[in-house]
């Protein structure tokens, strides 16, 4: 829970009616627990009194801390609805295959969101390497491109053919229905076909097969129309006409991105709270590194998000049942229906990863101003305050400081979030690191009633802080154990050997005896080899300790509970 200083209980409510928008700013240093306070935030959200149904929660992550949160959130559901939590770690290779042109069921064409979205992405996929912008002329170009291309596909003649044994499900969906074999039949009206039929599902599916690729794009560069209108147009850093140049940094794209080039083939299904670890693929040293760490920060955006920016205002943009034969603009309306009962928070984690490059800055500021009106909170967290956007910082309705680190960083913090004297000498003076007793938080809030500020101490349960501890050691032991006996059982077990949720003090321990045995231990990187052993020996421990080994059925059903029986069981004893 979130106290004064004097111990006093404080309430804080998320996504609350007395804000008019919802955009949440988390900054700290290295070490003062802007991971943890993250997934509490969320957890608080799931817990939220007034919702009868899991709200929708997507986080865009490098490394696995929001990991822990999700596996608490499947570990309180019944197996049949465990699906609603999703944790995945992507690759950038065809299993986890993601074509940003996919659109919703039905739509030969994108709406205007996911169109203003393509624009952005292709823009920065053509950006060089060494330069934060897009060569003159590169959003006009794909502007043309991805419409051109769209309308191609979406024609007469043009429509991709459908393929027998490309999916065995669509195989054998048709001939559950007893549709005849038919000469011709394209991708788009099996789409028709199994939508009208209600098979919503087994439709997006084949819709995969139907909607333009990476590749298609490479190819219509080269296309006459496509030329007659840009091939005079020039990139001076090269020389090559705008088309060839496109063909060219599309064509390297698609070849270094494997992920992009394909059908779809990652699919977060009906998952609500989703975490997509980008650790795998969000690596490299200089210009070509940082290029491929926004490629897949906005590709994620897109994944988590797509489903979040529809609003009735899109339903104009959806043609009625008279153009392909089914009301498709009537599933939207009940899906968007639907979304709009319910919260919606997207959560971008490492900030400072994308710092610097426009087009990504731009997809996220443009996710703050279009959050309001979808009812979307954006979530962001860096340990730099610069890495925040001037626009992100006027638009904030809550701001978290969790330190400044040096003394040399508070003046560009205080400055930054334009802190009142009084909270500007808190920073300097009464912060203080997680540890047993919490971690202190400047809390700024914008609501109807003018600005709020405040300094509040933050402290969670022992379960909840062993499931997103990401400390180093703690989280090395941790998931050792997991891997051996499963992430409930190892919370389980570390709780009880551990109720402060850290093994400093044990692995001080161990280092002290180290050093007395004449074995040079370095006191700021604990040796594998120590934690190796302390985890060998807990695992031995927990074989032989009667309460470690979990509940074998559901803790408890998420819908239908209270929040505090259900914080009881997720967090334990608060401490």
Known sequence: PLRTRDG??????????????????????????????????????????????????????????????????????????????????????????????????????????????????????????????????????????????????????????????????????????????KPGRTWWEVVDLLAERGMTRDALLAQRYAVPTLGDLVEACRDETIMATFGANRVAQTQEDLPSYMFRRLRDAMNRYKILGAVTRFDLGDARIVSLDLDEVARGAGGTGKRAVATMYMLAYQVLTSRFFLTVDHLREIPDAHAFGVDYRAHHAARIDGLARLPKRLCIDEKHRVRGIRVVEEQMDMAIREGRKAKVEIVQASQIAEDFSEDSIKLATSIFILGAGTKANIRPVVERFQLSDAMAYHLEHNMRKPGREGATILCLTQTDAGALEHILVSSQGPTFLWATNTNRDDAYVRDRLARSIGDQAARHFLVKRFPSATLEEEIARRKRALGESGIDSDELDTPTSLLDGLADELLADYKLYSGARPETETVARLVGRSSAALSEDIQGTPS
């Open 8 to 181: 006093r209980l404080f309430h804080y409510e998320p996504y609350s009616a007395r804000q008019t928008s919802w955009v949440t700013l988390i900054f700290g240093p290295m070490g003062t627990g802007k991971s943890v306070w993250m997934n509490y935030c969320n957890l608080s959200l799931i817990l939220k009194s007034d919702l009868s149904e899991l709200p929708y929660i997507s986080i865009i992550d490098v490394g696995p801390s929001s990991r822990g949160l999700v596996s608490l959130v499947k570990a309180a559901l019944p197996p049949e609805r465990r699906h609603l939590a999703m944790y995945a770690r992507l690759t950038n290779s065809t299993d986890c295959a993601i074509n940003v042109f996919d659109t919703p069921l039905g739509l030969r064409k994108p709406l205007s969101v996911h169109m203003a979205f393509l624009v952005n992405f292709l823009s920065l996929l053509a950006t060089p390497d060494d330069s934060a912008s897009p060569v003159e002329g590169t959003e006009g170009f794909v502007s043309m491109l991805v419409t051109h291309v769209y309308d191609t596909l979406a024609s007469f003649g043009n429509r991709k053919p459908y393929e027998p044994r490309v999916s065995e499900r669509i195989d054998r969906a048709l001939k559950d229905l007893d549709v005849p074999d």
